[in-house]
């Protein structure tokens, strides 16, 4: 896992959003794995500046969202996909067509996350997922004890989770407890990996993350094994980490390295 001390989200998103966007102009055709919440909302304006700019175009692109909450309607304000059509769908030349996200309204659920799994294997799998962490572990909404090979499914909500997303809500709106994610297995199978972490509320967790073992109950501890994580920090989430300086260090040898063309 690289860390990537920032000096605040800003320039986080922008090293995120300029990543996304090498990686788009080297394959038009990028299969993106794609994350909700505040935590991203920095690289979709600029993934949409960039493509109103005429610098990039996202017409054969394709995107997979991680989540969305059960039963809860396409056209709902708290929905994923108001959220997505809100902050960068709507800003960008994608074909409606080309834009998926896991079952979560009607019947034959685990038939059709089945099929939302070969969708993603027909298209050569997913090039770069960009990922945010919930305060207890959760990716996706892998909760804790998710098992770390696990696929698109039906998952229950924390009750940690569940306080921490009730502000969205109104007093008299019913807040799901359910939602479709993809699996840790699934997020695992992308080639690379963006992860952004912000704010001290969510120290804890990026050192958990990190620093932590591997462990279900701790699922974002899942991204040590994998070969291509970049983790985006401000320097309030990466206060809690033993080896601070150290990652600082070893991403100025990188960047120099890289510099001098030799790697």
């Known amino acids: 896992m690289q860390i990537v001390l920032c000096r605040d989200a800003e320039e986080a998103a922008e090293l995120v959003a300029a990543r996304i966007l090498c990686r788009l102009r080297e394959k038009p055709e990028l299969v993106l794995g794609l994350a909700t919440g505040s935590t991203p909302l920095g690289v979709y304006r600029r993934l949409r500046e960039a493509c109103q700019r005429g610098e990039v175009s996202f017409a054969r692109v394709h995107t997979f969202n991680l989540d969305e909450y059960l039963d809860l309607p396409a056209d709902h304000p708290q929905s994923y996909r108001t959220f997505m059509r809100q902050h960068l769908f709507e800003g960008i030349d994608i074909p409606p067509d ?93 080639r690379e990996i963006l992860l952004q972490a912000y704010g001290s509320a969510k120290a804890e967790a990026v050192r958990e993350a990190v620093e932590g073992p591997v462990s279900s109950y701790f ?27 150290y990652y600082g260090r070893a991403r100025a040898l990188q960047q120099q390295l890289e510099a001098d063309g030799r790697l």
């Not at 939302?116 to 962490?133: C, N, T, W």
């Not at 899942?222 to 990466?238: I, K, S, W």
């Open 219 to 245: 699922p974002a501890s899942a991204l040590q094994l994998h070969p291509r994580v970049g983790a985006y920090l401000d320097p309030d989430a990466a206060s809690l980490l033993g080896m601070r300086d």
């Open 98 to 190: 080309q834009v998926y996200f896991p079952p979560s309204e009607g019947n034959d659920l685990r038939a059709r996350c089945a099929a939302f799994e070969r969708r993603i294997a027909e298209l050569g799998g997913i090039d770069v997922q960009l990922l945010g962490m919930g305060r207890n572990g959760h990716i996706g909404f892998n909760e804790p004890t998710s098992s770390l090979a696990s696929r698109t499914r039906v998952k229950t909500l924390t009750d940690k989770t569940l306080r921490d997303n009730a502000r969205f809500y109104g007093p008299d709106e019913t807040q799901p407890v359910l939602a479709v994610t993809m699996g840790i297995g699934t997020i695992m199978e992308a």
